[in-house]
């Protein structure tokens, strides 16, 4: 029979190569393996790592004042539920500050909300009103500016009705309702100042 | 001071923070390095590390025995770090891949990292590892631990410690002649 291992006589070597000196380290190699105990090649036991100066002196003193951190008896507000409550509330009230602050900012005061409706009356129909409604808040105004007037009669001056101002048109607010309401006086004096100048009385005195 | 001894001395109050000084002293340096080699950032390994003994001091009291003390500390601090790298692949959603693109990082980073290129390229291929890998290699090869008390520590047949750092030495071999350092 004819043996095919037998390389000598067999001219079709196979084309393996093999490191060298396999075989002799075969079997403390696999010794090795089954002890678990080889080693890697080529390679250093040493670690690349650094530590700051004095790292483990100091690192007992670290843990130290950890545990005594975390065992110290705790305040009341430093309790977590406590904490998480505060927090919570603090949320809730900034919440409620915030929707006051937007809600509040849109209410005016009365002295604004008739300042703004003043605004929107022409000035001569108002200047007309006050002098055939209110003569004494008309006189009081040109007392302030400063100016003499006489207060023309109510035949003198062109009778406006309340109800065809322009004002119950575009708003629909009767300015007789703004200035008798219960508005303070002084406010109403205040706006009206504001809003009637000196040309605008003149202009009524001397139309 | 043996551990028995440092033990008793720690369940006593009189003897409680003596007792854990020791402990710490005899140690936090195993601890702090096999933390290290994992997470390779030295600050993390420092909080990890105070963490470890901070469980230590938690649960000492509650310690059987029924290992020996270095092996239920190096327990805890093996634990700690698997922790760690768990949350931070839950932290930025990263598959294995992408923390060991993160551990090259902190390697790379040079902050208290002091090696030459042979030992940098190791812990290169360390980082390829599997997390287990790295741990039984890390345990087996730097701190010449015994399989027996590895697998205490790992709670892992020896026979599968074995296969597990035969696995780690070949991969190891395979990229440092492809680096060719």
Known sequence: MKNIFDTEKNKHKPPFSLPESYFDDFQVNLEQRLQGEEKPKNVSQKLPFGLPKNY?????????????KLWSPKLWYQQPKIQWSMAFMSVFVAL?????????????????????????IPKEELAHYLAYHQPDELMEIAHKEQISIEIPTKQEIPQIPTDTLQLKKAIKVDVEEILNGDLDKEAIEEVLEEELNEEDIEKLINP | MDDKELIEKFKSESTKNYAFNLLVRKYQEKAYWHIRKMVIDHDDANDLTQETFVKVWQHLDSFKGESQLYTWIYKIATNESLGFLRKKKRKFLLPIGDVSKHLLRKLESKEYISGDELSIQFQKALITLPEKQR???????????????????LDTSVGALKAS???????????MKKVNV
């Open chain 2, 165 to 175: 750092y035969h696995h780690a030495v070949k991969k190891i071999e395979e990229y």
């Open chain 1, 96 to 120: 409620g500050l915030s929707w006051l602050y937007v809600t509040f900012d849109k209410v005016l005061s009365p002295e604004q909300e008739l300042a703004n409706e003043l605004k929107k």
């Open chain 1, 56 to 68: 483990f002196e100091l690192l007992p003193q670290l843990i130290a004042k950890k545990i005594e």
């Open chain 2, 135 to 153: 741990l039984v290699f890390n345990m087996k090869y730097f701190d010449e631990m015994k399989y027996e008390e590895i697998s205490q520590i």
